[in-house]
């Protein structure tokens, strides 16, 4: 008995099925590539070229803020409140002052000079007693700083020129004893340049002429 022949069917079905799955996969990836080539992006021209651009969606980060960052912002916060509150107060103040100097620079007697001080002393207190006497120890230091500012003159020295240096003298000791002075310089360029900041932002604010 002879061998027995196996039947191999010729390779044609598998070559058929193997040039449909090549020819699909080449047309598929070629209609991708024609779909890429006609997707409409946005562009911007930069320099004479136009380039492809995409506006990203905005990613919020957040974070703790460390101990040093969060003393600082809260020193600032309390500073920007204060001269917030105080800031009307010295503006007018310093104009009544300022009004003052050049009255008074006008008048030589001495007894007119104290009754026209008297005057304006009970103007002052009319105005300010009420409001003032509600500011913090903090606000009032602020309110001698922009007053300062507004004048040319510290506090100490108007007292004294208004009032006589005994009693400059006297509310140099009191403010002392709040841990503050009179005699405060204002250095819009130094050590208060934060305070100066802050003012220039209240006058644009408020529409006031620096």
């Not at 309390?78 to 800031?87: D, H």
């Not at 509600?134 to 009032?140: A, D, M």
Request: proline share 5%; net charge positive; glycine share 6%.
């Amino acid at each position: 008995m002879g061998p027995v022949s196996k039947h191999i069917p010729p390779p044609y079905p598998l070559l058929c099925l193997l040039f449909f799955c090549v020819f699909n996969i080449n047309t598929v990836s070629a209609q991708a590539k024609g779909n890429a080539d006609t997707t409409k992006v946005g562009a911007v021209v930069y320099d004479g070229d136009t380039i492809p651009a995409r506006t990203l969606y905005e990613v919020a980060v957040y974070g703790r803020l460390s101990g040093a960052a969060l003393s600082a912002s809260e020193k600032w916060t309390r500073l920007r409140n204060a001269v917030y509150v105080t800031y009307p107060y010295a503006r007018r103040a310093g104009a009544v002052i300022n009004d003052m100097n050049k009255a008074l620079a006008t008048i030589n007697d001495d007894s007119k000079r104290k009754d026209y001080i008297k005057s304006r002393e009970k103007d002052l207190k009319r105005e300010f007693t009420d409001p003032l006497s509600k500011l913090s120890v903090y606000q009032g230091r602020v309110l001698m700083k922009l007053i300062n500012r507004e004048t040319g003159n510290n506090c100490y020295d108007l007292i004294k020129d208004y009032k006589g240096g005994l009693t400059a003298r006297f509310w140099q000791t009191v403010a002392f004893f709040f841990g503050s002075s009179l005699k405060q310089p204002y250095d819009p360029a130094g050590d208060d340049a934060e305070i100066e900041k802050i003012v220039l932002e209240v006058c644009r604010m408020y529409g006031y002429k620096t």
